[in-house]
């Protein structure tokens, strides 16, 4: 135990730096990005309602010839997001506005439903080393995430990465149309610790409580 707890402290304390780091870089970053240049895109996948508004929300935005490749990251133990995925890149093949080039990338979760806090740690661990190589490998301009308890080893690692790495990422987090009064536990986590540069939400009263938060109306 006393090592999951040292290794916590150890991923807390770079965790701290990046993130005092990147409060630096934020703006010189913005200012590097070439608005010309081509997109890649990595998007985190959930079960069920997560993944269908991920893939309406990627539907409309890849129309853009700017987004070239997409990288979808789905859960290991997640059955259906791929084949849903591959439904709706075969259904847009054939029209104007295909989705361009993907590939898919597993990660394990960071807690199993009724899984206890203490081993939770060592699985935390696990799930932020595999996103380490999914982000390192697909080196994403830009994450898109939307409430799965998958995208946090992803934001986390691409915050952590954007401090010290040669290229910047955007993140941007769109909470769910289903969140009306209150932010998913997900979203809480990402909106407290400032990890996306987009913070969106689907109701107006969202950004009366959660300041930093934008309202753009319905996006998927």
């Known amino acids: 135990v006393w090592l999951a707890w040292t290794l916590a402290a150890c991923v807390a304390a770079v965790a701290f730096v990046a993130w005092i780091s990147r409060r630096f870089k934020r703006d010189t970053a913005s200012r590097c990005v070439r608005p010309q240049q081509a997109v890649r895109v990595l998007a985190v996948l959930g079960s069920g309602g997560h993944t269908a508004e991920m893939l309406r929300l990627l539907a409309s935005l890849c129309a853009n010839e700017a987004y070239v490749h997409i990288d979808f990251v789905l859960a290991e133990t997640d059955r259906s997001s791929r084949a849903s995925a591959e439904g709706l890149r075969e259904a847009l093949a054939c029209t104007e ?117 934008k309202f753009m109306g319905r996006l998927c």
């Not at 899984?115 to 380490?132: D, E, G, I, K, R």
């Not at 190589?133 to 952590?160: E, H, K, M, W, Y």
């Not at 990422?169 to 909470?175: C, K, L, P, T």
């Open 97 to 213: 506005r295909p989705l361009p080039p993907v590939s898919f990338h597993t990660i394990t979760r960071s807690r199993e439903v009724g899984q206890s806090y203490v081993t939770s740690l060592f699985s935390t661990l696990h799930a932020m080393m595999h996103a380490l190589r999914t982000v390192f490998s697909c080196r994403p301009d830009l994450i898109l995430c939307n409430g799965p308890g998958t995208c946090l080893p992803i934001c986390a690692i691409a915050f952590v990465a954007t401090s010290f790495a040669p290229w910047p990422i955007r993140i941007v987090y769109v909470e769910s149309v289903a969140r009306v009064r209150s932010l998913s536990l997900t979203g809480r986590i990402i909106w407290k610790l400032g990890l996306a540069d987009a913070f969106f939400v689907q109701w107006p009263e969202l950004v009366e409580r959660y300041p930093g938060c």
